[in-house]
């Protein structure tokens, strides 16, 4: 994951933001600075985004960022994030084999599953491939 910042810098007492990320939920942004910015901050899975800022109820295109038309003609920001180094060693950490086992009770159990329902003839076989991932863990 990385850690992804967007800018709203303008006008508007209620500011939030709604793209992909949250499934067009508007979110809410930091609070107002001196020089009316505001912030929101996520940890995104490196991809394309797109987005538009809710600004006192109404949605609006910062013009000063990238832009992206979709199929229906809706103009919405456009967010690229591309993985970074620190993100690659500290997802590398995220996904050792114990952390894996833990945070994932689908993983653990379609992989004991078959142990359990095996014969005793290949309990031996069932019990050595059951410790091994059935693939490579990979970053969401």
Not at 22 to 39: G, L
Request: charged share 25%; hydrophobic share 30%.
């Amino acid at each position: 994951m990385v850690q992804t910042k967007l800018v709203w810098s303008g006008e508007g007492g209620d500011v939030k933001v709604a793209g992909e990320f949250n499934n067009w939920s508007p979110a809410d942004t930091s609070p107002c600075t001196e020089d009316n910015t505001r912030i929101f901050q996520a940890d995104l899975a490196p991809g394309r985004y797109t987005y538009k800022w809710v600004v006192d109820g109404n949605w609006l295109v910062d013009q000063s960022q990238p832009t992206q038309t979709d199929e229906s003609g809706n103009v919405n920001n456009l967010k690229i994030v591309e993985e970074t180094a620190e993100s690659t060693a500290k997802t590398a950490d995220d996904d050792s084999p114990a952390k894996i086992e833990n945070d994932s009770p689908a993983k653990t159990e379609s992989t004991n599953e078959p142990a359990t329902a095996q014969t005793d003839a290949n309990a031996a076989t069932a019990t050595s491939d059951a410790s091994e991932p059935e693939h490579e863990p990979r970053a969401v």
